[in-house]
């Protein structure tokens, strides 16, 4: 009797570290993914250069541009941004040229907002810049366009999509659509941590 009770023993310590193995490789594996969908860059050419690699829109709808200025006082672009960020500085000169062009409203948000977005909408991570196209009399449909800065014609095309989303288009064909996220982030400054009264 006592000898299956150590081998239950052992087997549910073994269970637990199998367990405990496997949440912990899942975890890496994530912690991986987000890595490579994460181009964190410092200088200009940095950004050009992971901007370089991504593929620009170049077939659009019949009647994209007539939608886009036809709608513009029904959707607002907001993005998150942050102080010395060259990727916001990029997205944000591209999105005044999107409301120069179609007539857009495009506004910053701050950096609790974005959380808050985020968080509703399950993005795995919050970085700047990130913008966000919502519908102007409800501010709670919204649909992300862009995670980092992006190609002009993308965020356009990203914009379009997420319009026809916001008036019952089926969200996974708009998705489909939607190219993968460049995910070109600003460096982060370093935390300090030598605090002064220590």
């Not at 023993?9 to 890496?28: R, S």
């Not at 919502?134 to 379009?160: F, K, L, Q």
Request: glycine fraction near 8%; charge should be positive.
């Amino acid at each position: 009797m006592r000898l299956r009770v150590r081998l239950g023993y052992a087997l549910l310590i073994t269970a637990g570290f199998c367990a405990a193995n496997q949440a912990a490789a899942q975890q890496a594996n994530r912690d991986i993914a987000r890595r490579a969908a994460i181009h964190p860059v410092s200088t200009a050419s940095d950004m050009h250069l992971w901007l370089s690699r991504v593929p620009v829109t170049r077939a659009f709808p019949p009647d994209f541009e007539t939608m886009l200025r036809d709608q513009a006082s029904l959707y607002v672009i907001e993005m998150s941004t942050a102080p010395g960020c060259l990727p916001c500085a990029d997205l944000w000169s591209k999105l005044l040229a999107f409301r120069a062009r179609y007539g857009w409203q495009v506004r910053i948000i701050g950096a609790e907002e974005a959380m808050l977005r985020s968080g509703r909408l399950g993005l795995p991570w919050v970085g700047s810049p990130v913008a966000w196209v919502r519908a102007a009399t409800d501010p709670n449909r919204m649909v992300p366009i862009a995670i980092g800065t992006d190609h002009g014609a993308n965020i356009a095309r990203n914009a379009w999509l997420a319009a026809r989303m916001l008036t019952g288009a089926r969200t996974a064909v708009g998705v489909r659509a939607m190219s993968k996220f460049t995910g070109i982030v600003g460096v982060r400054a370093p935390t300090s941590s030598n605090r002064k009264g220590r």
